[in-house]
């Protein structure tokens, strides 16, 4: 195939994926979260079972007129949905959801790097958006924000980091080529503590104390309106599918089954990635949200000295069986 | 030496200035952006705004970086510098001083003392690169220089030295902020005790006394004075 048509296909291909997989993950959070607290949700919006909810909040969303905060940093608050947005689009660029060279946007040599990286950028929306709004809500809740980050993102990395040891590389495909089924109890300590650090860093419940509706209003996104406050919205449920794609890769193996892995691979990656947004969405409905002082406590007293212990039982049977 | 070296070619006749390729004019094009954040990162009057072209200045050192194929070293600028150190940074102001529009004191009186260590340490730095490079020339075509694999490789073999004084100086620097944080504790608590029994009649601190466990909370009487200094 031409090579800028393949290219030009793997980026729209991704796109859609980006455009889409937040919006179902959205509908089954409605249901679910109905379901598990013994109501129906939407199910009205496009006959069945309310399916057309999320198209019909886009576009009273669209409709909406655009407000900035008179006394906000325009510039800076018009950017911040971006800033927030962006980073998961070129993060879901390089997870590869089948084997072989086709089944990925893009190899990039040092995969694990890239998407952490670009991650951690994703928060940068949220300060800005704190800050530039000129409301001490905002500003709390990007404070929060800020405070959330540092604190679990030093986690998710060494668990990643463990993993990485594991395989001997820190390209994604790589670590994929080099899984063995052991592996899931082997680094299942590490998988926990990735997932639950990846909720803390997406400030989902129970982790939301950035967004406390209770305390802080809507955190940073108090004062957004209309198109820009959907984007954030959206930012979180990209955020999720490229969370629950990443543990997925890195921890339960992603393409590899029990059976079928040659031509179902890609069947695999995506249900292992739905059954974890369905635990993201349990945990929403099932814990209260953690305290400021627990969240950090949680994550430097317990978080931390467990991803250690996984590097440590990782290098030692890394030792042992080679 | 290094394996890196290898795909270094000092065959200046090759390459010439007046026949750039694309990627050096990419490089280039980046360098001046980057450049130009820099500039206004240091002459910005507000805070945050500086803050936030840091976090240009150093993801157009990653692209640098990446035009280089130092790959791994790109996303590490990525992950620790705009991910952690621009985001405690921006902590640091919110907490402290972050207002909107531009701070009239962001002035400092050192501006030409500045600018001089400014274009000295440029300059010096400048001098050593283009004195110990010269006219060596990196392959880019070839297989990529600054893989993870190849960095890892120099890293561990030919720079460990180095690589583990760096990690004790960071030890070191961990070690002090500790020792330095509970140090303050301890000190703050005791002469704030005294201080708080000299006030203890002023009107700013009246249930001071007849609350005896206030006093030992340290910061109890800063606070306000802070928060007032905030916005």
Redesign the interface.
């Known amino acids: 195939m031409n090579d800028a048509l393949d290219v030009t296909l793997r980026l729209l291909i991704v796109f859609v994926v980006f455009l889409t997989f937040p919006l179902l993950i959205g509908q089954t959070e409605h249901k679910v979260m109905a379901h598990m607290q013994g109501r129906l949700g939407p199910m009205y919006a496009g006959g069945f079972h309310g399916w057309a909810q999320l198209v019909a909040d886009g576009v009273k969303f669209a409709q909406k007129e655009d407000v900035v905060p008179a006394g906000a940093d325009r510039r800076i608050f018009q950017l911040a949905p971006a800033v927030a947005l962006l980073p998961y689009l070129l993060v879901l660029l390089a997870i590869p959801i089948g084997p072989g060279e086709g089944a990925v946007g893009e190899v990039i040599d040092a995969g694990i790097f890239f998407v952490l990286a670009v991650m951690g950028v994703g928060v940068l929306g949220s300060l800005m958006a704190g800050w530039a709004s000129a409301n001490k809500f905002s500003l709390l809740g990007g404070l929060r924000t800020a405070a959330q980050l540092l604190a679990y993102e030093l986690p998710m990395l060494l668990t990643a980091a463990s993993v990485a040891m594991a395989a001997g590389t820190v390209s994604l495909p790589g670590i994929l080529d080099a899984f063995e089924w052991w592996w899931l109890p082997w680094q299942i300590v590490g998988a926990i503590v990735f997932f639950v650090a990846g909720l803390a860093e997406l400030q989902r419940p129970p982790f939301d104390m950035p967004v406390a509706d209770s305390e802080i209003i809507f955190g940073a996104y108090t004062e957004y309106t209309g198109l820009r406050f959907a984007l954030f919205l959206l930012a979180e449920y990209a955020g999720i599918v490229v969370l629950c794609g990443l543990t997925t890769v890195l921890f339960l193996g992603g393409w590899h089954g029990p059976w079928g892995a040659d031509g179902l691979g890609w069947v695999w990656t995506l249900l292992k990635t739905a059954v974890l947004a369905f635990i993201v969405i349990w945990l929403r409905v099932t814990y209260p949200r953690l305290r400021e002082d627990q969240l950090q406590k949680l994550s430097w007293t317990l978080l931390v000295p467990l991803s250690l212990a996984q590097i440590a039982l990782t290098g030692v049977v890394k030792v042992v069986i080679q | 030496m290094s394996p890196t070296y290898a795909t270094l070619t000092t065959a200046a006749d090759t390459h010439g200035f007046l026949s750039p390729t694309g990627v050096e004019i990419v490089f280039l094009l980046v360098g001046l952006v980057t450049f130009g954040a820099a500039l206004v990162t240091v002459t910005t009057r507000q805070l ?2 500086a803050a ?1 072209w840091l ?1 240009v200045t150093l993801g157009g050192l990653a692209v640098e970086y990446l035009l280089l194929t130092a ?2 070293i790109a ?2 600028q ?2 620790i510098y ?3 150190v ?3 940074l ?2 640091g102001l ?2 402290t001083r ?1 207002p ?2 531009r701070s009239p004191d962001a002035d400092s009186g050192n501006r030409w003392a500045a600018l001089t260590v400014a274009v000295a340490s440029a300059a010096t730095l400048v001098w050593v690169v283009v004195d110990a490079f010269r006219t060596t020339w990196i392959d880019l075509d070839g297989p ?1 220089a600054g ?2 694999r190849v960095t890892g490789e120099s890293l561990f073999q030919n720079w460990v030295l180095p690589f583990e004084a760096l990690s004790v100086l960071l030890l070191a620097a961990l070690v002090g902020a500790i020792v330095l944080s509970r140090k303050a504790k301890a000190e703050s608590s005791s002469p704030s005790v005294n201080s708080r029994a000299e006030t203890g009649s002023s009107p700013s601190a009246p249930d001071s006394r007849n609350h005896p466990i206030g006093r030992n909370g340290s910061s109890e009487g800063t606070e306000p004075a802070e928060q007032e200094g905030a ?1």
């Open positions: 945050v705004h936030l976090v790959e791994f996303w590490v990525v992950l705009v991910g952690s621009v985001v405690l921006l902590f919110m907490l972050a909107i529009g990529a893989s993870t916005r």
